[in-house]
């Protein structure tokens, strides 16, 4: 059971602006923490989407972006695209635990 | 380009023994800290250790301390997990990433993974 949690599934049509959440608590994200955001598309390695909670790494569209406040991250897709179809994770570091964490994931399914 | 080539895995027996290799090119590889990270079938992501640019500090995942060790080889552009005591949930594809550091914030646990190799696939069965 993961200490960052993360709705199993979001769905949107094409266009359309879907938000994945990411809550943790006072030993990783309310810590202060920063929150990365990675897609991993099946079958394939995850791709880092975003990193810093706000930093998109060169390359990656704008459509995607990333917002943190308290003890929780999330991360926006507006625009949604058929290629946006993929497995979204949040990553942060937990003191308590004294390694960096992952949510379980989030598919993300284009409609 | 910047790239993490694994080798290494393969099929084991339960108590048995791997060492995964990553090869690294296109960046310079004595500046980062690395790390492995591992995703059994069908699960999420599990970070398993890390290792500082010269090698002389390393982290582990609880479920892996005193089993396994990281080393990296700044000469051979090359970073290592030695693998023993392996158990049936150790199966799982393992990743060898780059970290990338967070502007402003010199602390490895604040780091990003922003480089991943392929993957190399380890199965621990009978």
């Known amino acids: 059971q993961s200490v960052l949690t993360q709705p199993p599934s979001v769905s949107g049509a094409p266009g359309q602006r879907v938000t994945v959440s990411c809550t943790g608590s006072n030993s990783n994200i309310g810590a202060g923490y920063d929150v990365h955001w990675y897609q991993q598309v099946p079958g394939t390695a995850p791709k880092l989407l975003i990193y810093g909670n706000t930093i998109r790494p060169s390359g990656v569209p704008d459509r995607f972006s990333g917002s943190e406040s308290g003890t929780s991250a999330s991360l926006a897709i507006t625009g949604l695209q058929a290629e946006d179809e993929a497995d979204y994770y949040c990553q942060s570091y937990d003191s308590s635990l004294s390694a960096y964490v992952f949510g379980p994931g989030t598919k993300v399914t284009v409609l | 380009e910047v790239q993490l080539v694994e080798s290494g895995g393969g099929l084991v027996q339960p108590g048995g023994s791997l060492r995964l290799s990553c090869a690294a090119s296109g960046f310079t590889f004595s500046g980062y800290w690395m790390t492995w990270v591992r995703q059994a079938p069908g699960k999420g992501l599990e970070w398993v250790a890390n290792?500082?640019?010269?090698?002389?500090?390393?982290y582990y995942v609880d479920s892996v301390k005193g089993r396994f060790t990281i080393s990296k080889d700044n000469a051979k552009n090359s970073l290592y997990l030695q693998m023993n005591s392996l158990r049936v949930e150790d199966t799982a594809v393992y990743y060898c990433?780059?970290?990338?550091?967070?502007?402003?914030?010199?602390?490895?646990?604040?780091?990003?993974?922003?480089?991943w190799g392929q993957g190399t696939t380890v199965t621990v069965s009978s």
């Open positions: 290792i500082k640019q010269d090698g002389s500090e390393k």
């Open positions: 990433v780059k970290y990338i550091a967070v502007p402003g914030k010199n602390n490895f646990r604040y780091y990003g993974m922003d480089v």
